[in-house]
């Protein structure tokens, strides 16, 4: 394989690498393979390598087993032929190595930049391991050496690896705590979770791996004596527990520090924490494991944790207890299988929530389902006494949590307009134009209807208001001056198109093929259960058929199968993508802009032209939130920061004692507009509503804040840290209801329009004040010495930034 490079890891001496003799050989046997493992060398998800994991067997007297991990691209350099050994390992089932069908490889060409590494099973310490989670979504292995170096962490991306989609896989529910299996060299590849769990399976056929109990992340390779008395002893036995836990709850009693501000369990993650492997001696308990009370009473939990667990497995798991089981959370539900065992996929697992970690998310969780049931309760019974009484004035603020500061108090309270039960139809459409096409309406009334009322969903009527609503066709013109617009901008697009487009010396530049890469995995995964994408392309059999597919494909990888699968769909909207690329040359193509693309590939049913040039005038829009310094990010997430101090001080407040003043968890639902908080269908009423700027031409943030004020009590009361509201926030998908969120941010913008005329207002009366004020100073007044009346209290009003003002304004020229 390759040395290995890696930008932190300085000041490795040659030693730690191959030795000579091994670089010299030139044929390795691959042992085995698996794809689509990535490296990411930085924090940006733009900057990750993927490659394949692999075990190589050099013959020797005394053979040497290597770990290697060799990126795609050092593939790609030695052909198709040396991809395919790396594929056709990957698909066995069955591995030997004495098979007489044995794959010799070549050592890939070394390149610094390439993050590439081969390293002998005897030099690597110990593996950190960390299966999938929610909040963790691809799972990871970290590789330590004895040298206390740290080779590149590995991520496995299962989602898209040949290998895991054999049917002989277990599915992640399937996943016990008795991972992972203890594999034998006749049958090294047993049912796996995920493919770090395969990959350890197989590195048991070839060297000792012992799991820690101090740390179960934690696995040591070949563990000297020292390593096995202190990481398989227990640290306190069963009789010690009772007294632990008195002691400890007697001190947590007593403690001045607040039970949700007190330390938690050491993690592997930490960050500013030096290497603890870098030694292979007890040292690592020592230094990282004090034997601390604290550390007693989290283990003697845990035990406790687990064996209620199994405990409460074994009874709702039997027959007797089915007719409860509807009836219990969600929680519990999760205990319930066949074989009283604990399911990998249980609710505390797929939450990421750990044994040590308190129930206040999922408390908070269950106080917002119990919430809302009661909203939609009362909200039925307002419209029952309403249509009895008739004339009942509604005396219930449409804001719901949200209070209105003391500054405006005696303002009347804002009201939605919003009624989407009753959309534009063709029939309100048709009578807004004359016969030749010329609108009867202005644009802003076209603009506020849909605001009010969204677009009839049946039909093609979206096809045909989306383009005025983006600016696509002009509003102000008729059928023959439309036309001439719309041929001159199709023509363009075919004119960019053709800068690619058949252009062999283009089309596969490297450049080119980098971004034909991102974008072709990008618009695998994109909306994979929509009709339109979910359907993958027929076999290709003849050179004929294969040829025609090449030709409308902009996948460099057409011959490798260990990703997502493709069609035609898929790879029309990667070709409008691929345009964009050359339109827009500065900013080019950035991870997420298919999620942009594919619901406007939808609705202008499937035609590339209009779908392009809607794409164009919603990056127009939305393009600062792609920047590559995240520049335009940073400035919508201190906007919306700066609203909800505004708005809402207590909120803000809470963010602040949090460490949630950066609004991470705001991130994904700004970027991309709500992309994935929403079910599709939701997604296009969202987004005729954003793209009518009727009341601000940046909404989409007091929709952000509509939604953090539903969620308000929950945040406030029950999340105390920032990875809790990360949590909390990122569990939202899915389960917001759009049409009262939207009616909540209406009046959340309105109600924002009179705080700041309330508050310039009352600057101006104080700078009027203030000015006569001055000039009755160079008065002297006979009765100077009389006893005055007191003055006024000067209120403190808030400062109004620039982009705070930037949110009132509406239309785009």
């Known amino acids: 394989m390759v040395e290995i490079k890696h930008a932190h890891a300085q000041g490795r001496e040659d030693g730690d690498q191959l030795s000579a003799s091994a670089v010299e050989e030139s044929k390795y046997r691959l042992l085995y393979s698996k794809s689509k493992v990535y490296v990411k060398p930085t924090a940006h998800d733009r900057d990750k390598m993927p490659g394949f994991v692999a075990l190589v067997k050099r013959e020797a007297v005394n053979p040497t087993y290597l770990l290697a991990w060799i990126p795609e691209s ?128 197989r590195l048991k056929c070839y060297a000792h791996i012992l799991r820690s109990t101090l740390e179960p992340s934690l696995y040591l390779v070949d563990p000297s004596k020292a390593d ?186 804002p009201k939605t307009s919003r009624e989407p039960w009753d959309p534009v139809d063709e029939v ?104 339109l994408f979910c359907t993958a392309y027929p076999d290709v059999s003849s050179d004929e058929a294969h040829q025609a597919h090449r030709r409308i494909t902009i996948s460099p990888q057409t011959d490798i199968g260990a990703q997502s699968p493709s069609n035609e769909h898929v790879d029309k909207m990667a070709g409008i993508l691929l345009t964009y690329n050359f339109y827009d040359k500065d900013l080019g193509y950035v991870q997420g802009m298919s999620d942009l693309c594919a619901p406007l590939y939808v609705v202008m049913d499937t035609e590339e032209e209009l779908t392009f040039w809607c794409f164009v005038k919603v990056m127009n829009r939305m393009s600062e939130n792609f920047l590559r310094d995240q520049s335009g990010m940073k400035k919508q997430l201190l906007t919306l920061q700066e609203l909800i101090s505004v708005m809402d001080p207590e909120l803000y407040r809470h963010f602040e004692k949090t460490d949630g003043l950066n609004l991470f968890f705001c991130f994904r639902w700004v970027l991309i507009a709500f992309k994935r908080e929403f079910v599709f269908d939701d997604v296009l009423r969202l987004w005729e509503v954003l793209w009518t700027d009727y009341y601000s031409n940046n909404f989409v943030l007091f929709v952000a804040l509509a939604v953090l004020e539903s969620h308000r009590d929950m945040i406030l009361r029950y999340l105390v840290e920032f990875d809790e509201v990360l949590k909390y926030c990122n569990e939202l998908s899915m389960t917001i209801e759009l049409d009262s969120t939207l009616a909540q941010a209406e009046v959340l913008f309105l109600s924002y329009a009179q705080l700041v005329a309330d508050i310039d207002r009352r600057r101006a009366e104080d700078e009027n004040q203030f000015s006569s004020s001055s000039n009755l100073r160079h008065r002297r007044s006979s009765t100077s010495n009389s006893i005055g009346a007191t003055p006024r209290a000067k209120v403190v009003l808030p400062t109004l930034s620039e982009n705070l003002r930037e949110l009132l304004r509406a239309g785009r020229s």
């Not at 989670?133 to 962490?153: M, Y």
């Not at 076209?446 to 983006?470: A, C, H, N, Y």
């Open 428 to 531: 309100t459409w048709e009578k807004w134009f004359d016969t030749d096409g010329r609108p009867k309406v202005r644009m802003e009334e076209m603009q506020r209807e849909v605001f009010r009322r969204g677009i009839d969903p049946t039909g093609s009527l979206r096809k045909r208001i989306w383009p005025f609503l983006l600016g696509v066709h002009p509003w102000d013109a008729d059928h023959k001056e439309r036309a001439i617009s719309w041929e001159a901008k199709r023509k363009r697009y075919h004119e960019i198109k053709s800068e690619w487009y058949g252009v062999s010396e283009v089309f596969d530049r490297p450049d080119i093929l980098e971004e034909r890469h991102r974008i072709d995995v990008d618009c695998r995964r994109t909306d994979r259960t929509h009709p």
């Open 228 to 413: 096995i008395e202190t990481h398989t002893t227990q640290i306190f036995d069963d009789d010690a527990i009772d007294d632990i836990l008195a002691r400890s709850s007697y001190a947590n009693s007593h403690s001045p520090v607040p039970a949700h501000r007190r330390p938690r369990p050491l993690s592997s993650s930490a960050t500013n924490t030096p290497n603890p492997y870098s030694g292979r001696s007890s040292v690592l308990h020592r230094s990282l494991y004090p034997p601390s009370a604290r550390m007693a009473l989290l283990q003697s939990f845990s035990n406790i944790t687990r064996a209620t667990r199994h405990a409460a497995q074994n009874i709702l798991s039997h027959p007797y207890a089915k007719p409860i089981l509807p009836h219990l959370p969600d929680p519990v539900k999760s205990l319930v299988n066949v074989n009283g065992e604990c399911e990998w996929g249980s609710w505390v697992e797929k939450g990421g929530v750990g044994e040590f970690e308190s129930a206040r998310v999922y408390l908070a969780r269950w106080a917002r389902i119990v919430a809302e049931e009661g909203d939609r309760a009362r909200r039925g019974e307002a419209q029952v006494l309403s249509a009895s009484s008739g004339n009942l004035e509604e005396e219930t603020s449409s804001l719901g949590v949200f209070e209105l500061l003391q500054s405006t108090i005696n303002l009347p309270a």
């Open 74 to 201: 050092l593939l790609c350099e030695k052909g198709t032929g040396e991809w395919e050994k790396f594929v056709k390992i990957e698909e066995r089932t069955n591995l030997d190595d004495e098979d007489e069908d044995a794959v010799l490889i070549d050592l890939p060409v070394q390149r610094p930049e390439s993050y590439a590494f081969s390293v002998p099973l005897t030099s690597i310490y110990s593996l950190l391991v960390h299966p999938p989670a929610l909040s963790l979504w691809h799972g990871t292995i970290g590789i330590n050496l004895i040298n206390g170096s740290t080779l590149p962490t590995l991520h496995f991306h299962d989602d898209e690896s040949l290998s895991m989609t054999f049917p002989t896989r277990r599915s992640k529910r399937e996943y016990s705590s008795s991972y992972p299996p203890t594999p034998t060299r006749s049958n090294p590849r047993l049912p796996v979770s995920w493919g770090g769990e395969d990959l350890l399976s």
